[in-house]
């Protein structure tokens, strides 16, 4: 049975250890999947704001490309209006007087002849900088014409067939950063793993195709030919000092423009240019004494006006039309200047190509890098989960270096096609995931221990229970045996006395009597065993009935030393009583009478040996108790037994199997079970030197 348990042991403590490391190994487990969670949150709040981004640029772009092209001019006649008037009315652009629009950042138009116009700005007019919204304009105005027509002229001629280097870094940039991308696919081919530390784990690439350049369908319009010649029509200066600026401001331009001719190029259109329309911008250059009726009533200024189909040499056909072809946006990418810095390291510029017949015009606006971080930061407010921080830094060019990110949990690289914005995803409190995983570990490892402690506990228990068991298991063996042996000696006596009486082997009367008191005696005995055997098993069963009444103990003490005197002078000895006053108690007549039996049979038994083979039965009162004390002169009992003695099967030492004293180790046990019954206890007192006494006390009242 130690066999099997050690291997139950073995089983139990080898499992526990294997649960031991597989909730470790899903703690860790946990910990990192918390990290790819919180992880798998920041990619998602980055696409949130990728998409809430590209949507507001893609509503930005279809508004703009829905925008009329008469919208680039500062005054234009409505297509709306009859024909036959004579006089068209004039409207001021809805773009006036507003620099920046939603992503667009200063409207303007390139002249076939290569002049720039813009709604918001009027260079013909002369007048100083009165405030910061002129200064800012006139700056604008200037960088269009100082950094953009440039680089729109060196694109332009970089697609004649003679290329500088420096010409074919500016035609990718014109070209919506088409090579760029193609070396982008190429280094990805080339370079897998490099590509993928780039864009992969916590970094990654976001793609927003909203300003890239676009092989959309064209949009073709149909206007009367009387309003676009309106509408084709410019202002000019109204006295000689504003006509000879405007004359050296438009030489400046077209030295630096001289290439421009071929741009309409870039936009899949014709280099054919009109002869009649400069004849038409020299008339109205030159014509300053038209009167403008409605042109004052819509708050013109005087020195402005319109071509009107009165003033053309032949009249106009008011059923004639004019398809006009409008080009998606594209962009363009241009050097910034010295004195600003953009994010992407360049001016990005969106341009729209407008062929009103042979004409070809270039539109657009500076795309507002300031609205777009603004916008980046509202989505990015908005879809920020807790704990979640943000910081935005723009770098040019998928090759650019990148800007320090320590303490940068994810980085959205949102890739605009020109450029790219580094959206930083901080975490605000980066030791919480440290915290979680701590609690649940100081959880995980608290709970192993009460679980290691319950199970050494439980094997502890265990291995008792089953040593108790083995025990028990050859303490019964032993009764077993003893009470064989206990029956068979008085079933002996008896016998051989009750053969000797039926064959009349006796000659005498006295030893007849004397095999008669012997049959007695030893039926006493075997009626004494039986009836402990009886009792213990009812109280093992809990069957056992007391019956509690009111009486004097010492009588029924006077009783049971009666019956055991023959007995005892059998073996030797003699019983002598000494009963103090106890008075009347509560008490089970049967079950005292069975302590007191079994105190002096257990003294004949081990006081057989002494020399002095008294045995001594006193009764006391003391403190609600009636004390009941057996003393004899035998050997005595050792400390180390005074607590067993009184465990069921258990003898001492000198009880043992082979020994001269016998006994069922159920006599002490019933002692201690029935004055446990009445309240009481029993003990092991210290007496004189070579003598034993066994007091028994029972509560008188209960």
């Known amino acids: 049975m130690y066999r099997r348990l050690v291997i139950l042991s073995v089983i139990v403590l080898a499992t526990l250890c294997g649960v031991t490391c597989l909730g470790y190994h899903a703690v860790n487990k946990w910990a990192q999947g918390l990290e790819g969670a919180r992880l798998g949150e920041f990619a998602e709040v980055a696409e949130q704001i990728r998409q809430d981004v590209k949507r507001k640029l893609d509503e930005f772009i279809q508004a703009e490309q829905e925008r009329p092209y008469t919208d680039y001019q500062q005054y234009y006649v409505p297509d709306t209006v009859a024909t036959a008037q004579q006089q068209l009315p004039v409207l001021r652009s809805p773009l006036a007087g507003q620099l920046a629009n939603s992503f667009a950042y200063g409207y303007f138009q390139i002249e076939p002849s290569g002049d720039v116009v813009a709604p918001w700005y009027s260079p013909e007019t002369v007048r100083p900088v009165q405030n910061e919204v002129d200064r800012e304009a006139r700056m604008q105005f200037d960088n269009i014409v100082s ?8 694109a332009g001629a970089a697609l004649l067939p003679e290329r500088s280097t420096a010409d074919k870094e500016i035609l990718a940039d014109v070209e919506g950063q088409v090579a760029l991308v193609e070396r982008e696919e190429l280094a990805e081919k080339a370079e897998p793993q490099l590509f993928s530390k780039q864009v992969s784990g916590r970094r990654k690439s976001y793609p927003i195709e909203s300003l890239q350049a676009e092989r959309a369908a064209p ?19 109204s006295n000689e000092a504003q006509r000879q600026e405007l004359s050296e401001l438009r030489r400046n331009q077209r030295a630096s423009q001289s290439a421009l001719a071929p741009t309409a190029d870039m936009f899949g259109g014709t ?15 030159t014509d300053t004494r038209v009167e403008q009726p409605s042109s004052q009533a819509a708050g013109l200024p005087n020195q402005y ?7 053309q040499a032949e009249e106009l056909d008011p059923s004639d039309t004019v398809q006009i072809r409008i080009e998606p946006f594209v962009p363009m990418a241009v050097p910034e200047p010295n004195d600003r810095r953009s994010l992407f390291g360049r001016q990005v510029f969106l341009l729209r190509h407008v062929q009103v017949e042979d004409e070809h015009l270039v539109q657009g606006f500076q795309f507002n890098e300031e609205r777009l971080v603004a916008e980046v930061r509202e989505s990015a407010e908005r879809f920020a989960r807790e704990k979640m921080g943000f910081d935005l830094c723009g770098r040019s060019g998928a090759n ?15 890739d605009f096609g020109f450029g790219e914005l580094l959206l930083y995803l901080q975490e605000l409190d980066p ?9 649940l570990r100081r959880w995980y490892f608290s709970t192993i221990a009460v679980v290691f402690v319950a199970v050494s506990l439980a094997l502890a228990g265990l291995w008792k229970t089953t040593r108790a068991q083995i025990k028990l298991a050859q303490k019964k063996d032993e009764f077993i045996s003893a009470v064989s042996h206990e029956l068979r000696t008085p079933l002996t006596s008896i016998r051989m006395y009750a053969e000797m009486l039926e064959n009349n082997w006796l000659t005498s009367k006295a030893k007849t009597g004397e095999y008669y008191r012997n049959i007695r005696q030893e039926s006493e005995r075997l009626s004494r065993l039986i009836e402990n055997v009886l009792d213990f098993s009812r109280l093992q069963r809990g069957r056992k009935r007391y019956d509690f009444r009111l009486g004097h103990v010492n009588q029924c003490i006077t009783e049971v030393v009666a019956m055991m005197r023959p007995y005892a002078a059998q073996q030797g000895f003699s019983i002598e009583t000494d009963f103090g006053d106890v008075g009347e108690s509560t008490f089970d007549r ?12 257990n003294a004949v038994k081990y006081a057989r040996s002494a020399e002095d083979k008294r045995i001594h039965v006193r009764t006391t009162r003391d403190d609600g108790h009636a004390i009941i004390e057996v003393e004899d002169h035998g050997p005595g009992v050792p400390n180390r037994q005074r607590t067993k003695i009184f465990e069921q099967f258990y003898r001492g030492a000198s009880e043992a199997p082979g020994t001269q004293t016998t006994g069922t180790g159920l ?7 029935f004055a446990e019954a009445h309240r009481g206890f029993v003990e092991i007192r210290a007496g004189e030197p070579g003598r034993t006494i066994f007091c028994v006390g029972l509560a008188t009242e209960l």
């Not at 049967?590 to 049979?601: G, Y």
């Open 400 to 414: 650019g270096a990148s800007a320090d990110e320590a303490g940068v949990a994810y980085t959205a690289i949102l």
């Open 271 to 285: 280099r054919q240019r009109s002869t009649a329309q400069p004849q038409m911008q020299q008339q109205a250059l």
């Open 667 to 673: 006599g002490l046990a019933l002692v201690k079970r």
């Open 431 to 439: 030791a919480w995931i440290g915290k979680e995983t701590g609690t």
């Open 305 to 311: 006006f319109r071509f009107q189909e009165a003033n």
């Open 147 to 154: 950094n953009f027509m440039p680089a729109m002229a060196s």
């Open 590 to 601: 049967d079950a005292v009478a069975q302590i007191v039996v079994n105190l002096l049979d």
């Open 219 to 237: 949009k073709v319009l149909t206007q009367q030919r009387s309003v676009v010649a309106s509408n084709r029509a410019q202002p000019a200066p």
